[in-house]
Structure formats: C-alpha cells, structure tokens
C-alpha cells in the first residue's frame, strides 16, 4: 500500500540545478515527518534534510545548507527537493522517506524509503 517514487535526477554540471521529487502513497501524508538521505558509492547514508510533520519546520545537513530547499505539497501528496549550485560531492543515490508522527535526522527512525534516484555531477 504504501510506496515511495523518487524522480528528478540526473547527468549535470557543476554549478547546475535538479529538482527532486517524491510521489507518496500514503493515506495520512501530513502524519509524516519527510527527508531526503543520499549514499556514494562507498560511502554511508548521510542525511541531507527533512521537513518535520508538525509544523514543517526545516532542517538541513551542514554541506547543503543554503544550496538545498526540501519542501512539501500535502494536497499533491509530495515531497521536494531543490538542489542548487550542485558540485560533483552531491553526487549520491537520493532516497525519499517518511518517519510516522516523529522527527529525526537518523536514517533508523524513517519506515519507509523510495527506491532512489541518480544524481551525477560533473567538474
């Protein structure tokens, strides 16, 4: 029932801009604090940022702060993530999850996860 499509990545440029999107199917959209989390290869899962459910308050990991907006359409059922001013450390899988009725930075408190999308930046 529940399911998680990201899209939106890409082949870029340094310097150039992706928008990512997450398509939830989940019956309470706004219940969910949402995030994006992305892995290279070789490396672990890092959090990139999240919008928490109650107040949709923001927070972002330090590397993207200023450069990243994540954002959400509870009416679209639909997360964001616009990426700006992209440099080749931003390549990673981009993965959409969602954490029922809780807020967190940690990959461990979301139960459910899209399958990834592609980012490749380019020097």
């Known amino acids: 029932q529940v399911q998680l499509v990201e899209s939106g990545g890409g082949v870029v440029q340094a310097g150039d801009s992706l928008r990512l999107s997450c398509a939830a199917s989940?019956?309470?959209?706004?219940?969910?604090?949402w995030a994006w989390f992305r892995q290279a290869p070789g490396k672990e899962r890092e959090f990139v940022a999240t919008?928490?459910?109650?107040?949709?308050?923001?927070a972002y990991a330090d590397p993207v702060k200023g450069r990243f907006t994540i954002s959400r359409s509870i009416r679209k059922n639909t997360v964001y993530l616009q990426m700006n001013n992209l440099n080749p450390e931003d390549t990673a899988t981009y993965y959409c999850?969602?954490?029922?009725?809780?807020?967190?930075?940690?990959?461990?408190?979301?139960?459910?996860w899209g399958p990834g999308t592609q980012v490749t930046v380019s020097s």
């Open positions: 919008i928490s459910w109650r107040l949709g308050s923001t």
């Open positions: 989940v019956r309470t959209f706004s219940t969910y604090s």
């Open positions: 999850a969602g954490a029922d009725r809780r807020a967190s930075v940690a990959a461990s408190e979301y139960g459910i």
